[in-house]
């Protein structure tokens, strides 16, 4: 069975990073891209990017470019998530998720999810 | 970027009566060769992930009941749960996948009467 397992809850100071990591089981990096969501306190899901695994293409979107890093380790199956320069709005919770269809991250919705991390973000 | 915008914010509906989702694109989501539009429901219930409903704007995910439909064309689509259970109660997304960056609809709560 298809599964993302993520990392566990993590508490950081603004200014600091964080280091999420999703393992994927059944070969699944090597078809499927990877794409990041996240849950601010009361708001709704936003779309954070992607990474096609396979070809370690990543996108971002506009306001994560340059402080969000998106990579994988095809060797444990594991894509990771690292945020810099955190700061209290980046609060939330994290979730990865597969793309549902071959070496893209469009065209296919996401069909598979981790459970999500929660990211606190406080002095 | 593509804007999804849903209607309503929130909805209250009785056990058993329909329960109607709007989402409006701020262009079209259709991919012409396949004919099919990009377009995916989500279910996201407190503490658990999002989970895909609908995908193509219409077709149903393997296991997923069939009081829940999608529909729509052009730059409007709707989800229609056919008759309300309390399991159901949930925030609903429609996404586009169409084109990068992904965006998402606002969100609609749905709750029982």
């Known amino acids: 069975q298809v599964q993302l397992v993520q990392s566990g809850a993590e508490v950081k100071k603004p200014g600091s990073s964080v280091k999420v990591s999703c393992k994927a089981s059944?070969?699944?990096?090597?078809?499927?891209?990877i794409t990041w969501v996240r849950q601010a306190p009361g708001q709704g899901l936003e779309w954070m990017g992607g990474?096609?695994?396979?070809?370690?293409?990543?996108k971002y979107a506009q306001k994560f470019q340059g402080r969000v890093t998106f990579s994988t380790d095809e060797s444990t199956s594991t894509a990771y998530m690292e945020i810099n320069s955190l700061r209290s709005d980046d609060t939330a919770v994290y979730y990865c998720?597969?793309?549902?269809?071959?070496?893209?991250?469009?065209?296919?919705?996401?069909?598979?999810w981790g459970q999500g991390t929660t990211v606190t973000v406080s002095s | 970027d593509i804007v999804m915008t849903q209607s309503p914010d929130s909805l209250a509906v009785s056990l058993g009566e329909r329960a109607t989702i709007n989402c409006k694109s701020s262009?079209?989501?259709?991919?012409?060769?396949?004919?099919?539009?990009?377009l995916g429901w989500y279910q996201h219930k407190p503490g658990q992930p999002p989970k895909l409903l609908i995908h193509?704007?219409?077709t149903r995910e393997s296991g997923v009941p069939d009081r829940f439909s999608g529909s729509g064309s052009g730059t409007d689509f709707t989800l229609t749960i056919s008759s309300l259970q309390a399991e159901d109660v949930a925030v609903y997304y429609c996404?586009?996948?169409?084109?990068?960056?992904?965006?998402f609809g606002g969100g609609t709560k749905v709750e029982i009467k």
């Open positions: 193509w704007a219409s």
């Open positions: 996404q586009q996948y169409y084109s990068l960056p992904l965006t």
């Open positions: 059944g070969g699944i990096l090597d078809i499927y891209a």
């Open positions: 998720a597969k793309v549902g269809g071959p070496l893209a991250l469009i065209h296919y919705g996401m069909d598979v």
């Open positions: 990474i096609i695994p396979v070809s370690d293409t990543a």
């Open positions: 262009e079209s989501v259709l991919y012409s060769p396949s004919n099919k539009y990009y």
